[in-house]
């Protein structure tokens, strides 16, 4: 079938409206939910042993101060766990005019909050509220009136040196990272203490980076008792965490197949840059002839070696980012050619330890400064350990966010392999994926850019040998999404956007070593280039392998789209994946998405359109509060030519991704931005935006926006990814008159804290891929040319001839 381009919307000129979000509030606020007769009896309980253990932990807090350490402020923290859900735009500025308490930190989705006290003559009435629950509930003094805002709290606690140091003396390493706390009120006070701090450390000869835009400090080479020192006297230090990072493979083979026996053949032409950040790229393979002879980007030894556990890491990474699926399945015979060039950016030299995440973040940078046209990443080192169920983002993951959004570039991370599934299991399991360790590893939750987990596909040719229930299933040592709303919510509110991996890639998959037995077995594992030249070849499995093959495809996009922006390009990648092959037992349904994203890319089809199925794509921007309608016009013969069935003539699968700049201190909007979109009937912005019961926009039951904002009080967070597919009949068109609309919506979160809203922009890029395919038994060739000719569309133009890519997708 002949290969089209993709088409591009003329956004100026198919948009036909602008409109306002509207939505019919009906859901009980919070204040409703909670404002019913508390149990007094059990909060006084709860209130009795908290109020004890604050006290206590405020003396020993007051006890472990060194009066010889310099510092200009006494702050205390104290952590609330909330009943329901802290309305942040209701009662953010209440808390602090009422109790002195600015709010510093919002996890568990504004269920628990770290306040700081900044009025003591005003905690008192926190404190003497506590005190009168207590007595109205233990006592049964009921002419005492406790602050009704402390019926909301369910516990509290003040922040103390266990919450703050979360490493051991055997698991500091040669780095730690030291988050740091905003005090927007009080942002002198912040910058004084830090500024103690510092000087604290430069006399202690203590090697530090801080970076204070970023609330974060890495600290070289400190022994626990001074860490201990700092977080006792130093009153700005939310967590001290380690750094420990690693490439945590599932397995290692060292089983030599070949010598190179290879060449790159188009390492003279103008191929679009992959930055590989890993254990460096060697330069005795056939990769020397396409990576850049850089050797500056490095934060430990030259990155242009990689002597990595014999054959090497970064190397194998590389080679799958730019020789992709098609090489390593005809291992490499005939002429082989390169999609892309390299940038080796080495991290560690043996594949873990402790990393310097500023300096992976300002490598960053640099690379792009140096390069430019750089936007293509590969980063399969994650933390060695897994994040907890609804665990909040880390820093580093913030600063990776913050990077992609800054400067339109795209990480592709993998989940991180779970080493335990091998003991844990005699078999493939999906029940397994329950387990709260397999959950995925900091920074795989980043969400401007993409996440891979490994398909058991091995890229060989033949039977499937692995142990999963098929190739296109989620790998056993691959990791889940560690977002579980259902914890949290209730069952009905839900935002079934929200997950990770993005997708899967082929990874390789371990093997029957005997009937109740599972082990690495070469013959399911994927062939992989070695950067020792003794061994050539060598097999492996694991995520490191599946990160690299979807940047692969994502530089054949930009070969054909050069000027496509990265969030299209990854609107693209997910709308070409399918989880068609890839079904679950209805027990576990609940875990497909959270372990196998949107599924399993296809390439042919994500690169390509053709005369039967048109990919149309629309990069624009949207205000806040706005709604945009474009139409979709449909060809007649749609309608005068016998296509053999009327209902679904048509399937349409789109998606939206929109990258945004990432809010700190505040899990529920970190991403701030709420963006969703649909097609309905041929109708204005206002009347979609009517009732039902008024006027039906929908096209099918059920089919409604992407991504819903409509509960303002008890929000859910939002995802800045969605997909839908439906299908449309032949009396859809009819009725609509060929026509039917896209819209897109967008609106601010309404519970951004007040410092972070006031520079925040109102307008955001938003990329939109919908691809309309014909579904008739007998296609009739005509959907591509026709839907071009009657909508405001171009072709969008290949950097080269399709013949260059034909045959290697």
Not at 240 to 266: D, H, K, M, Q
Request: proline fraction near 4%; include cysteine; hydrophobic fraction near 35%.
């Amino acid at each position: 079938m002949p290969k089209r381009n993709h088409l591009r919307i003329l956004a100026n000129q198919q948009f036909e409206e602008a409109g306002e979000v509207k939505f019919n509030y009906g859901f009980a606020t919070q204040e409703e939910e909670v404002n019913r007769e508390p149990n007094y009896i059990l909060m006084a309980r709860a209130f009795s042993n908290d109020l004890r253990s604050f006290r206590r932990d405020l003396q020993e807090k007051r006890a472990s101060k060194d009066d010889e350490i310099d510092v200009p402020y006494d702050i205390d923290y104290v952590e609330i766990d909330f009943i329901g859900q802290f309305n942040i735009e209701k009662y953010y500025q209440i808390w602090y005019n009422t109790f002195g308490l600015e709010g510093v930190s919002f996890t568990e989705y504004n269920r628990t909050a770290i306040f700081s006290i900044t009025d003591r003559e005003k905690f008192r009435l926190f404190i003497n509220s506590v005190e009168t629950l207590i007595r109205k509930g233990l006592e049964n003094i009921n002419e005492v009136i406790p602050s009704r805002y402390i019926l909301y709290v369910k516990n509290f606690k003040l922040l103390t040196l266990t919450d703050i140091l979360q490493v051991t003396a055997e698991h500091i390493g040669n780095v730690v990272v030291l988050k740091t706390i905003e005090l927007p009120a009080n942002s002198e006070i912040e910058n004084n203490i830090l500024n103690a701090l510092e000087k604290y450390l430069n006399d202690h000869l203590i090697e530090y980076l801080i970076d204070r835009e970023n609330h974060r400090l890495e600290i070289f080479d400190a022994t626990l008792d001074q860490l201990i020192t700092i977080a006792q006297n130093f009153d700005v230090i939310e967590s001290i965490t380690s750094s420990l990072s690693g490439v945590i493979r599932p397995g290692v083979y060292n089983v030599p197949e070949r010598g190179f026996g290879f060449e790159i053949a188009n390492s003279n032409e103008n191929l679009p840059l992959i930055g590989i950040l890993d254990t460096g790229i060697s330069m005795q393979t056939p990769l020397a002839a396409i990576t850049l002879q850089d050797d500056t980007f490095s934060l430990d030894g030259n990155p242009l070696i990689d002597n990595y556990n014999r054959n090497g890491h970064g190397t194998m990474v590389g080679a799958l980012a730019s020789l992709g699926k098609y090489n390593h399945t005809n291992e490499f015979k005939g002429e082989v050619n390169a999609d892309a060039k390299l940038l080796s950016m080495k991290l560690l030299s043996n594949g873990d330890g402790y990393l310097s995440e500023k300096g992976v973040i300002d490598m960053l940078y640099r690379a792009k400064t140096k390069y430019p046209s750089l936007d293509l990443f590969v980063l399969t080192f994650c933390y060695k350990t897994h994040k907890k169920t609804n665990e909040t983002f880390s820093n580093y993951t913030y600063e990776l966010d913050k990077f992609a959004h800054e400067t339109d570039s795209l990480i592709f991370i993998s989940t991180g392999n779970n080493p335990h599934a091998l003991n844990e299991n005699t078999d493939y399991d999906i029940d397994y994926f329950n387990n709260e360790h397999t959950n995925l590893n900091t920074p795989a939750d980043s969400m401007n850019n993409i996440t891979v987990g490994a398909a058991a596909d091995g890229l060989y040719n033949g039977a499937f040998n692995g142990i999963s229930s098929g190739k296109e299933f989620p790998t056993i040592y691959s990791r889940k999404d560690h977002v579980d709303l259902s914890v949290l919510y209730p069952p009905k509110k839900k935002n079934k956007n929200l997950f990770k991996p993005d997708i899967l890639e082929s990874g390789g998959d371990y093997g029957f070593y005997e009937p109740n037995t599972i082990d690495f077995m070469e013959n399911a594992a994927m062939s992989v280039l070695s950067s020792n030249p003794a061994m050539g070849f060598t097999k492996d499995v694991g995520t490191s392998l599946a990160a690299p093959l979807a940047a692969n495809l994502a530089a054949k996009l930009k070969i054909a789209y050069p000027d496509l922006k990265s969030q299209t390009i990854k609107a693209l990648i997910i709308n070409g994946a399918s989880l068609e092959n890839t079904k679950y037992p209805a027990a576990y349904e609940n875990l497909l998405n959270r372990t196998s994203g949107y599924g399993i890319l296809e390439a042919q089809s994500t690169i390509f359109s053709n005369e039967n199925a048109a990919t149309l794509v629309l990069e624009d921007s949207i205000k806040a509060e706005e709604q945009k309608i474009y139409p979709l016009n449909f060809p007649d013969y749609l309608l005068t030519t016998d296509l053999g069935k009327k209902r679904g003539i048509l399937k349409v699968t789109a998606t939206l991704c929109f990258s945004f700049r990432p809010l700190q201190h505040n899990q529920l909007t970190y991403c701030p931005i709420h963006m969703a979109f649909c097609v309905f009937r041929n109708h204005t912005s206002n009347q979609i935006n009517a009732k039902d019961k008024d006027l039906n926009s929908k096209l099918r039951t059920g089919q409604t926006w992407s991504q819903s904002a409509r509960e303002k009080s008890n929000p859910l967070p939002y995802s800045n990814v969605q997909k839908i597919e439906f299908f449309i009949n032949l009396d859809h068109l009819r009725s609509e008159e060929k026509t039917l609309k896209l819209a897109v919506q967008s609106r601010l979160s309404n519970q951004i804290m007040a410092s972070q809203i006031e520079n925040y922009p109102n307008k955001f890029n938003f990329s939109l891929v919908v691809k309309i395919e014909e579904t008739t038994k007998s296609p009739t060739g005509r959907l591509y040319d026709e839907l071009r000719a009657i909508n405001k569309v171009e072709i969008i133009t290949a950097a080269q001839a399709d013949a260059d890519l034909e045959g290697e997708v």
